[in-house]
């Protein structure tokens, strides 16, 4: 279908979330990751909305949806977002996709809002803690952190960019990029909350939530593509390799739909069987 949302505003603990939605049926929540802006999602839900109603938005601090005073990064309270956008447009519970710290987020979500999870995608949640070697990656991570204050945003953003592995491919198109303030308010108030954060994969396995994970083939072994592989361990739930890089369901939507639709077929079956 072609892209045509309606754009609306909710007000959540202090900040209007820029919201815009399109199309009829289950209601799947796209939820943006670092970057903060969900129109990186508008391919997806052009192509979707035949036959789900989908809905992304801009996240706090980011893009539109802007507050008097940033405030260091709360999962729990981006989850409490998630939720509002869900409930402003009506719906008790929602299918999520969430890409790289959206993915984290719709982790958070599932935990604090179980009973509003159709199915959870998480496609490369960066959850760095839980991989083989955890240890060089929090010590670069840090590292990073130390890059930005000494040396400022371009030094960072150059050295951070050497994990963004596929995005160099020839004939891929370029990315939506975000804001500059954006990129801003994820090292100052992002990056140092997600280092020290971790989801409870272990209750999100108890609760039999409905998970399946993707990695980005494009993406080779970098930290963030080999973070899925692990949580799939804990969680024992479905692993998918998808067409692109890290954001491939933007640059790559043709080709990234049918393994999307595929996942969610698969956990359909999964539960159907339980």
């Known amino acids: 279908m072609k892209f045509n949302p309606t754009r ?10 820029h919201y815009w939605y399109q199309g009829k049926g289950p209601l799947i929540t796209f939820i943006p990751g670092g970057n ?3 129109r990186q999602f508008n391919n997806m839900m ?20 802007q507050v008097p005073v940033n405030k260091r990064l709360s999962p729990p309270q981006q989850a409490r977002d998630i939720r509002a956008v869900i409930k402003a447009l009506g719906f008790d519970k929602s299918i999520l996709f969430g890409s790289s710290s959206g993915g984290i987020f719709a982790f958070q979500f599932a935990l604090d809002f179980p009973d ?3 199915h959870l995608i ?3 949640a960066a959850t760095i ?3 083989p070697d955890a240890s060089e990656l929090m010590d670069w991570f840090h590292h990073l952190l130390e890059v930005y204050e000494t040396r400022g945003l371009e030094q960072v953003v150059s050295e951070f960019d050497q994990m963004m592995i596929g995005y160099d491919a020839e004939g891929i198109p370029k990315t939506v990029p975000p804001e500059p303030e954006n ?3 994820f090292w100052d108030n992002e990056v140092p909350a997600l280092l020290a954060y971790m989801p409870n994969f272990w209750r999100l396995k108890e609760n039999q939530t409905s998970i399946g994970l993707m990695r980005g083939v494009r993406c080779g072994e970098a930290a963030f593509a080999r973070a899925p ?7 024992d739930c479905p692993l998918f390799v998808v067409p692109g890089h890290h954001q491939g369901f933007e640059v790559e939507t043709n080709e990234f739909l049918p393994s999307f639709l595929e996942m969610l077929g698969t956990l359909e079956r999964k539960r159907s069987s339980i």
């Not at 706090?60 to 949806?65: C, E």
């Open 36 to 38: 903060g802006h969900g």
């Open 116 to 118: 509003m999870v159709d």
């Open 8 to 17: 609306a505003i909710v007000h959540n603990e202090g900040c209007d979330l």
């Open 129 to 131: 803690g839980i991989l």
């Open 183 to 185: 990129v801003v308010n």
């Open 46 to 65: 052009a192509a979707l909305s035949d036959r789900f109603t989908c809905v992304t938005f801009d996240r706090r601090q980011m893009s539109a949806s």
């Open 229 to 235: 592989v692990e949580q799939a361990k804990i969680l």
């Open 122 to 124: 998480a496609h490369e």
